[in-house]
């Protein structure tokens, strides 16, 4: 059992008589879950994938996996939202922000997330010369990001390694049947993995979409389906005693209280893809119909040089949730040092963890203090396994939580709007009435 939720600080905030209370929604939202008939039963298949996953598929996905250790010094993984964040959270949480300069392998690089072209030009010159795969991920495969990106980067494969050779390192992570990416990959014959149709993007991490890219990696994707798999059992049972429907109240019955914005704090920076991620769960599945937490995020000790302050004193409309973990990899010993010159001699002959460790307590004690509801989730580590069920849970939680809050936790209508805004100013053929109102409206 490596994640458990820690609700000791928050006594001074939430009473014993509002769990009972908004308990028979919790059921009522599990059963809702269980019986696929809530809004959005469409988007369940994420519900029993680390027991029902394709077992063929994962096969061929260590496959390719192993072929891209083998064959290239980079591969480029280009996606965005749910075809990108969930792979590298994993990636950079077990194995580290400094992967790509610490690890053996090729080096995993991100793109097709913005439209910026100073960053895919760094792209394009850490794939010039090199031997490059590209995972192209995108289950509509119509996003314009990705599709520019891989269009470029395509192009640059084809060239430095000819047609032949560049359709044998493309991997297509798309629709089993639709789209212009299938069609595509069909046709040229590169090697494809299916998005499910009943999974969304932000929900999708354990399907191919973070899968290739995480064992391309070098991370056992076994473990991390394994630690989702028992996350999975924990979760699935209604009891007071599920965490992750424990947590999904108490977001909402601070929400009820005034609180509309969440923190998500670690005090690993090595989880910053993670709250990431996160933000993407949350915000997508519970910021509708002018509802939602607003879900934010912090990477400590270091935001408490920059958000310390408004933590402490701001305005009080957030509680904070720590994620805790217990185990660091790699600790360092910090020694004596003869002359004491720098002060630091009191915290010597012992690990740094320690020293994060007392940060940690006297920053939680400080902000009950002043006034912020502040839960803990614990985790063991930041192993495959242990990553594995911290997704999960957060997957249940978020699924229950969007229930409590009355919405449809697996759509994301709004995302389409800046999506036709863009389209029309960029003249795409069949936006042209929208072309000439927005214009109107940029005009000074
Ligand atoms: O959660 C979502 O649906 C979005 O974040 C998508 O994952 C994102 O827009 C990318 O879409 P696609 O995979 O179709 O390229």
């Known amino acids: 059992m490596s994640v458990a939720l820690n609700t000791k600080h928050l006594s001074g905030f939430i009473n014993e008589e509002e769990y009972a209370a908004i308990y028979p929604q919790v059921e009522a939202a599990h059963k809702q879950l269980e019986a696929k008939s809530g809004p959005g039963n469409d988007f369940l298949g994420w519900m029993y994938l680390p027991r029902d996953y394709d077992k063929e598929e994962f096969a061929r996905i260590k496959a390719a996996a192993k072929k891209i250790r083998e064959d290239s010094d980079v591969l480029v993984v280009a996606g965005i939202g749910g075809s990108y964040l969930g792979a590298r959270a994993v990636v950079e949480a077990v194995k580290g922000q400094f992967h790509n300069e610490l690890e053996d392998g090729p080096k995993i690089y ?31 495969g119509t996003t314009t990001e990705t599709s520019l990106a891989f269009r470029v980067l395509r192009e640059l494969l084809e060239k430095e390694m000819g047609v032949e050779e560049a359709n044998k390192r493309i991997y297509a992570t798309t629709d089993r049947a639709k789209g212009t990416l299938k069609q595509l990959a069909d046709a040229q014959g590169w090697p494809t993995f299916v998005v499910p149709d009943d999974v969304g993007g932000r929900y999708s991490v354990l399907s191919a979409v973070g899968l290739l890219p995480i064992a391309a990696a070098g991370i056992s994707i076994d473990d991390l389906m394994k630690g989702a798999a028992d996350s999975m059992e ?57 509802k939602g937490l607003m879900p934010t995020s912090c990477i400590f000790s270091t935001d408490l040089h920059s958000m310390g302050q408004f933590l402490q004193d701001g305005a009080r409309v957030m509680f904070e949730t720590y994620v805790d973990i217990k185990n660091t990899r ?41 006034g912020v509801p502040l839960g803990l989730i614990e985790v063991d580590s930041l192993s495959a396994h242990d990553v594995g069920e911290l997704i999960y849970f957060f997957w249940k939680a978020c699924a229950i939580s969007g229930y409590l809050l009355s919405v449809n936790p697996f759509d994301q209508p709004g995302v389409e709007s800046y999506k036709k805004n863009m389209f029309a100013l960029l003249g795409k053929p069949g936006y042209e009435d929208r072309k000439a109102e927005l214009e109107a409206a940029l005009k000074d």
């Open 330 to 370: 790699n600790d360092f010993y910090i020694e004596e040092l003869e002359g004491n010159f720098d002060g630091l001699n009191f915290l010597a002959n012992q690990n740094m963890s320690v020293v994060n460790r007392k940060a940690m307590e006297g920053t939680i004690l400080a902000h009950t203090d002043g």
């Open 234 to 290: 924990r979760f699935s049972v209604l009891s007071k005693d599920n965490d992750a429907y424990k947590y999904a109240a108490i977001r909402n019955i601070l929400y009820r209280k005034g609180k509309s914005v969440e923190i998500l704090e670690c005090y690993e920076p090595n989880f910053a893809l993670m709250n990431e991620w996160y933000k993407q769960l949350f915000g997508e599945s519970e910021g509708k119909d002018q």
């Open 110 to 140: 991100f793109c097709g997330n913005s439209i910026s072209p100073t960053y895919l030009n760094n792209i394009i010159s850490l794939c010039k010369g090199k031997r490059f795969s590209i995972n192209v991920i995108s289950k509509s």
